[in-house]
């Protein structure tokens, strides 16, 4: 079993940043891959960003990249997004996902998620 917890959401004004944090707990961390989502009102869930075990290998959605970071500390089960540039089609709900099947990339059919985190950008 692994338990995510998602914190550092909240209101903020186009063009500023913003930092996600998510604790893992439960199985040993460095083994799998982890990532976040995001499902904004009335869309479909989608994939922001991914990070291997080791933390070199990261992976982005398109509307993203160049934006946001991804990043983990093994040491402390800890895994982060820093958003920066933020734009209004940002706003969301955040979820931390955990994929125990791979190393690699996580993907949608991840199997442990936490509770969500809300981000809001205003224009």
């Known amino acids: 079993q692994v338990q995510l917890v998602e914190s550092g959401g909240g209101l903020v004004q186009a063009g500023n940043s913003l930092r996600l944090s998510c604790a893992a707990s439960g199985r040993t961390f460095s083994r799998y891959a982890m990532g976040w989502f995001r499902q904004a009102p009335g869309k479909d869930r989608e994939f922001v960003a991914g990070?291997?075990?080791?933390?070199?290998?990261?992976y982005y959605g398109d509307s993203v990249k160049g934006r946001f970071t991804i990043s983990r500390d093994n040491a402390k089960n800890m895994v982060y997004l820093q958003m920066n540039s933020l734009k209004p089609e940002d706003t969301a709900v955040y979820y931390c996902?955990?994929?125990?099947?791979?190393?690699?990339?996580?993907?949608?059919?991840?199997?442990?998620w936490g509770q969500g985190t809300q981000v809001i950008v205003s224009s």
């Open positions: 996902a955990a994929d125990t099947s791979t190393r690699l990339r996580v993907g949608s059919n991840a199997d442990y």
């Open positions: 990070i291997g075990v080791g933390g070199v290998a990261t």
